[in-house]
């Protein structure tokens, strides 16, 4: 059974840091891309940050610069740092997981609500 589980997820105030951690289980972790996609109350799902097999990484432009994706292929677990958070970073936070050859995500989590405010 595939399982992808996020933590990490709370309240934060403006400015401040947060690590999100999604453990995966059930497939073939290192094969396959791991993303961070968020969606706050009214608006459509973002993709904040994708990490393929290779190591290589893309942001959104709205946390270029503040958020860092990292995996851990020995543990499973793909991380997200989330530094100088702003209001607008509210949202429940999704880790989602996509083979080599999909251009869309084969596995979801099922999220973890991140709020900043003061």
């Known amino acids: 059974e595939v399982q992808l589980v996020e933590s990490g997820g709370g309240l934060v105030q403006p400015g401040g840091s947060r690590r999100l951690s999604c453990a995966a289980s059930?497939?073939?972790?290192?094969?396959?891309?791991m993303a961070w996609v968020r969606q706050a109350p009214g608006k459509e799902r973002e993709l904040v940050a994708d990490?393929?097999?290779?190591?290589?990484?893309y942001y959104a432009d709205s946390v270029k610069g503040r958020f860092t994706i990292s995996r851990d292929n020995a543990k499973n677990t793909v991380y997200l740092q989330m530094n100088s958070l702003k209001p607008e970073d509210t949202a429940v936070y999704y880790c989602a997981a996509r083979d080599y050859y999909s251009s869309s995500y084969n596995f979801w989590g099922q999220g973890t609500q991140v709020a900043v405010s003061s």
């Open positions: 990490i393929n097999i290779g190591g290589r990484k």
């Open positions: 059930g497939f073939t972790f290192s094969s396959y891309a």
